[in-house]
């Protein structure tokens, strides 16, 4: 088993020819200090493959990113003048130097065009290699390391180096320093409990909020639906279209799988149209991602996320995209596994695609620190890409308020990872990242900031200009020294909108389950972003796109201002809702 599989992965008469490697010296690339929560178990087995992923320098990403502020500025005259898959992919194509220069190094360790998968822009190269081979090309010491709390293990690298005239050729290499393994990207579930197999009739009159001017049914204080979230968000009454080339699209990672009957249940209970044609969604794997279809299996977080997206979008074409989470490593068993995160092969599937969904949301993420910052700048110009096509990209905030647990040494949650133990907030990743639109929570009606939506500043990238204003009026009011240390006030701020959270009516397994968390807000919010789109389209004009820049400007007065909550974490009672936007609930809902 051991011995075809290995074989059959990359022939091993390649390395009997190697050519002996060019004696140049070596540079460190990267390095990371203290992996936090992770202890050495023994030396990486040097048989053991690993899917190595070299990042070439994209030769023009500032080129791309000023297109991308050009056309999703509404004020700007190529507004919505989204570029095409060729376009994007001659922005980001490596130099050619680069190419050369990086194959030439490949080869001098054996490995062929034939052993190497390119993405399609040429960005990034994979290639699967035994430890013993990246050891030597990466001048370093792979180790097996074990997770303290989770007791999971990892095949690392603390620093790699490379030979000194291809450092400027390679942005990165992973998996090396890479220790937030992308196995604990999180789902921004909050909590979900057992429900009522009906609406709780409250037979109290419908409520009213005298500043929207909007009347909802007493039950939606207690109970989502999708009737609650057209009247909560104004659109009763308004249907998409089927045949105007719209879409939406859910990210599923770590085997979380969507349930169709679920799915036929919720659109029975809230979505009656939806019900009588039996609609469903397209399932589409990526990288092997899995579609369990036994109701035993069925995630909370992609019945959430399916349901509401596509409940609120019904009828417009809909697609669940399943990625294959990393199988974990197992020292004791010889068999070789994938060191990958998904986000490169999410992103990699999403980029190659011709026509990717106009609206994706995922609920998944990752304290912003665990992310290598190498790594998080990438993928965030890959998902700058994404909305230069045209792509609206949301995610959650994350569920922790300004930082998942408190600054208690034991937890650690809110304790730098650079050595020097620091209390700091934690935003999340990659809600962080400038060119995605990060969604927060709420709860209520009138609606009120939730406790648990993740709020704050990234430590990674600085703040865009389109949030200057907003987020500098949030500053101003904020008292002298408040939180001082404990957050970067340059940097990119989140979230920056927010949706209700709480007490969302999900079918699983085929009962219904109150769940809450932003991952209810960013299916919601892309449910809402997909009949906006729907309202464009029909007029004949082209889709919204990456959205920050109009939200802060020309949208801005169309959010609910919302002034009430706070998002207390790391010890602290965190941020508080204010007047314009704040750090709880963005611009508002
Ligand atoms: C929801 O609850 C709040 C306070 O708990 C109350 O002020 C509001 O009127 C309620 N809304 C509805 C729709 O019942
Ligand atoms: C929907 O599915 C049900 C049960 O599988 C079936 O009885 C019904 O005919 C279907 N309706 C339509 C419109 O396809
Ligand atoms: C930081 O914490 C780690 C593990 O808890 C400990 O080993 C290290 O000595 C601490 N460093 C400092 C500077 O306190
Ligand atoms: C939040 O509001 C409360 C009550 O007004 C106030 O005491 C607190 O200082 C505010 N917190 C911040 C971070 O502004």
């Given at each position: 088993m051991w011995v075809s599989s290995l074989v059959s992965i990359l022939p091993l008469v390649v390395?009997?020819?190697?050519?002996?490697?060019?004696?140049?010296?070596?540079?460190?690339?990267?390095?990371?200090?203290?992996?936090?929560?992770?202890?050495?178990?023994?030396?990486?087995?040097?048989?053991?493959?690993?899917?190595?992923?070299?990042?070439?320098?994209?030769?023009?990403?500032?080129?791309?990113?000023?297109?991308?502020?050009?056309?999703?500025?509404?004020?700007?005259?190529?507004?919505?003048?989204?570029?095409?898959?060729?376009e994007v992919e001659d922005l980001v194509a490596p130099h050619p130097d680069s190419v050369v220069a990086v194959n030439e190094w490949?080869?001098?360790?054996?490995?062929?065009?034939?052993?190497?998968?390119?993405?399609?822009?040429?960005?990034?190269?994979?290639i699967k290699v035994p430890v013993w081979?990246?050891?030597?090309m990466l001048d370093t010491k792979y180790y097996v390391w074990k997770h303290s709390t989770s007791g999971e293990y990892i095949v690392r690298t603390t620093s790699y180096s490379l030979p000194k005239d291809i450092l400027d050729h390679v942005e990165l290499i992973q998996p090396t320093t890479m220790f937030g393994t992308f196995k604990r990207l999180k789902s921004t579930i909050h909590s979900i409990s057992q429900t009522n197999s009906q609406v709780q009739s409250q037979n109290q009159p419908p409520v009213s909020d005298p500043v929207t001017g909007l009347t909802v049914d007493a039950s939606c204080n207690t109970t989502i639906t999708i009737t609650?979230?057209?009247?909560?968000?104004?659109?009763?009454?308004?249907?998409?279209?089927?045949?105007?080339?719209n879409s939406v699209g859910i990210s599923g990672y770590l085997g979380d799988f969507a349930n169709k009957a679920d799915l036929q249940s919720f659109f029975e209970d809230q979505v009656p149209a939806a019900a009588a044609v039996n609609a469903t969604y397209n399932f589409v794997s990526v990288a092997g991602g899995l579609d369990s279809q036994d109701p035993a299996d069925a995630s909370d977080e992609s019945d959430l996320d399916t349901q509401f997206a596509f409940g609120l979008s019904f009828p417009v074409k809909s697609t669940f995209f399943s990625t294959a989470g990393s199988p974990p490593f197992d020292p004791d068993v010889k068999t070789p596994t994938d060191t990958n995160e998904p986000y490169t092969d999410w992103l990699d599937f999403?980029?190659?695609?011709?026509?990717?969904?106009?609206?994706?949301?995922?609920s998944y993420g990752d304290d912003e620190q665990t992310v290598p910052e190498s790594f998080a700048i990438r993928a965030c110009a890959e998902f700058a890409a994404l909305g230069a096509r045209g792509v609206s990209l949301?995610?959650?905030?994350?569920?922790g308020g300004v930082g998942d647990g408190d600054s208690n040494p034991t937890t650690q949650?809110?304790?730098?990872?650079?050595?020097?133990?620091?209390?700091?907030?934690?935003?999340?990743?990659?809600?962080?990242?400038?060119?995605?639109?990060a969604v927060g929570g709420t709860s209520l009606f009138p609606e009120q900031g939730v406790f648990f939506s993740g709020g704050g500043f990234s430590n990674y990238f600085p703040r865009p200009s389109y949030q200057d204003a907003a987020v500098q009026g949030f500053l101003n009011k904020l008292r002298k020294g408040t939180y001082s240390g404990l957050f970067n006030p340059n940097g990119r701020a989140i979230p920056?909108?927010?949706?209700?959270?709480?007490?969302?009516?999900?079918?699983?397994?085929?009962?219904?389950?109150?769940?809450?968390?932003?991952?209810?807000?960013?299916?919601?919010?892309?449910?809402?972003?997909?009949?906006?789109?729907?309202?464009?389209?029909?007029?004949g004009l082209p889709p919204l796109g990456f959205l920050n820049p109009l939200l802060y400007s020309k949208a801005a007065s169309g959010f609910n201002d919302i002034t009430v909550g706070n998002n207390p974490g790391c010890g602290t009672e965190g941020f508080n809702a204010t007047v314009g936007w704040d750090a709880v609930t963005g611009l508002g809902t």
């Open positions: 390395f009997a020819f190697a050519l002996p490697s060019k004696d140049c010296e070596h540079q460190v690339k990267e390095e990371v200090v203290s992996p936090q929560g992770w202890t050495i178990f023994g030396p990486a087995p040097s048989d053991h493959f690993i899917n190595l992923r070299i990042a070439l320098p994209q030769s023009n990403f500032d080129l791309l990113e000023q297109h991308l502020y050009e056309i999703s500025d509404p004020y700007h005259e190529r507004y919505g003048a989204h570029l095409t898959k060729e490949l080869s001098s360790h054996g490995i062929q065009e034939e052993d190497i998968s390119r993405s399609s822009a040429g960005d990034w190269i994979t081979l990246v050891e030597k609650c979230l057209q009247q909560i968000y104004n659109a009763v009454g308004y249907t998409p279209s089927a045949h105007v080339g999403m980029l190659s695609h011709p026509n990717p969904p106009l609206t994706i949301s995922t949301v995610f959650s905030s994350g569920d949650k809110c304790i730098t990872n650079d050595g020097k133990n620091r209390t700091q907030f934690i935003p999340e990743f990659p809600a962080s990242c400038p060119f995605v639109t920056d909108v927010a949706t209700q959270s709480e007490f969302f009516r999900v079918f699983i397994g085929g009962v219904p389950f109150h769940v809450a968390g932003t991952s209810a807000a960013s299916p919601t919010f892309a449910g809402f972003v997909t009949l906006l789109n729907d309202a464009r389209l029909k007029k």
